[in-house]
């Protein structure tokens, strides 16, 4: 399945480890992340070196190119939530991952929109059992 990945970046990266911990699960298991380079430690530094309308227009084509989205949304991004309504409005399944203390929007929470789910975890053990059953269900 071909995945689009969304977390944080200029927003912070301090879950860098986490993006690396989904990417590396979705490859192990055969899926086409088409934005991993929301794992790559280097980003900034690549992205430094790119015009943001070279950054939109990436992004929003590897977008258009997917047939889901799981984005972790533990750190908030307004990057992160403007891909999630653009997914909204191409009609992706939606998957978003956050930790138990983080402060996640209300505009993600309280959406009861069927194409997005939301969903805790604690631990790898969580991610992994969230992302299987999301991937599993659509």
């Known amino acids: 399945m071909r995945?689009?990945?969304?977390?944080?970046?200029?927003?912070?990266?301090?879950?860098?480890?986490?993006?690396?911990?989904?990417?590396?699960?979705?490859?192990?298991y055969g899926h086409e992340v088409l934005s991993w380079h929301v794992a790559d430690p280097e980003l900034?530094?690549?992205?430094?070196l790119m015009t943001e309308q070279e950054i939109y227009e990436r992004d929003m084509g590897l977008l258009v190119r997917s047939e889901c989205m799981i984005a972790e949304v533990s750190i908030p991004s307004i990057g992160v939530g403007?891909?999630?309504?653009?997914?909204?409005?191409l009609?992706?399944?939606?998957?978003?991952?956050?930790?138990?203390?983080s402060r996640v929007s209300a505009m993600i929470?309280?959406?009861?929109?069927?194409?997005?789910i939301c969903r805790q975890y604690a631990n790898?053990?969580?991610?992994?059992?969230?992302?299987?059953?999301?991937?599993?269900?659509?």
């Open 44 to 48: 900034e530094d690549k992205e430094s």
């Open 124 to 138: 790898y053990q969580e991610l992994e059992e969230n992302i299987m059953h999301f991937l599993a269900t659509i």
């Open 109 to 116: 929470l309280g959406n009861k929109n069927n194409r997005i």
């Open 82 to 89: 403007y891909e999630i309504c653009r997914g909204l409005q």
């Open 3 to 28: 995945i689009f990945l969304s977390a944080s970046i200029r927003g912070g990266r301090d879950m860098l480890h986490v993006y690396t911990e989904i990417l590396e699960l979705l490859q192990c």
């Open 91 to 101: 009609g992706l399944p939606i998957l978003c991952l956050h930790s138990p203390h």
